[in-house]
T-cell receptor, first 111, second 113 residues
């Protein structure tokens, strides 16, 4: 059972480049979300989805797009990367009792 | 404005002693609280949770206490072990199954052998 899988683990971008962070879960969870972790800030919610075809914004959605075409996949898109988006990104899915299961993270640097 | 705050960035304790990690929140609508543990290069993993209808929840060496009037929760680890060394995040939500967790900044715990 793989749980929540994120790719890539590391990425370096130049300002203005675009990329997609991939996230997949095999637990048939309806709810999925993306967080970013920054020093001194904890984890902050970027976007979330309560099911296929439904997405909504979290605390810090600017500069990011998401879509949810299947239950399993929830990609996060950076359309034009900025240095402020340098962070560690975590994808999560919601199991029973409100417990979030997290992927191992993507460390992104924007130069 | 940070709705969930962990004011101690780090904590160091001796193996076998008690570790107490603290967390404060400001939103009185929060009714579900969780603690997550995170090792370097890994995602956070669920540790323990508590509903606002309780003031204490235990799971082995881990106990979470909730003081609703003070809007304060704490995680006690007894006895502390070197393998407990990690970053601990507290989180809160309105409702127990929303998934929209608000996290604190984290406390780095070091347990010395």
């Amino acid at each position: 059972n793989a749980g929540v899988t994120q790719t890539p683990k590391f990425q370096v971008l130049k300002t203005g480049q675009s990329m997609t962070l991939q996230c997949a879960q095999d637990m048939n969870h309806e709810y999925m979300s993306w967080y970013r972790q920054d020093p001194g800030m904890g984890l902050r919610l970027i976007h979330y989805s309560v099911g296929a075809g439904i997405t909504d914004q979290g605390e810090v959605p600017n500069g990011y797009n998401v879509s949810r075409s299947t239950t399993e996949d929830f990609p996060l898109r950076l359309l034009s990367a900025a240095p402020s988006q340098t962070s560690v990104y975590f994808c999560a899915s919601l199991g029973r009792d409100g417990k979030l299961f997290f992927g191992s993270g993507t460390q992104l640097s924007v130069l | 404005d940070q709705q969930v705050k962990q004011n101690s960035p780090s904590l160091s304790v001796q193996e076998g002693r008690i570790s107490i990690l603290n967390c404060d929140y400001t939103n009185s609508m929060f009714d579900y609280f969780l603690w997550y543990k995170k090792y370097p290069a890994e995602g956070p993993t669920f540790l323990i949770s508590i509903s606002s209808i309780k003031d204490k929840n235990e799971d082995g060496r881990f106990t979470v206490f909730l003081n609703k009037s003070a809007k304060h929760l704490s995680l006690h680890i007894v006895p502390s072990q070197p393998g407990d060394s990690a970053v601990y995040f507290c989180a809160a939500s309105v409702g127990s199954n929303t998934g929209k967790l608000i996290f604190g900044q984290g406390t780095t715990l070091q347990v010395k052998p």
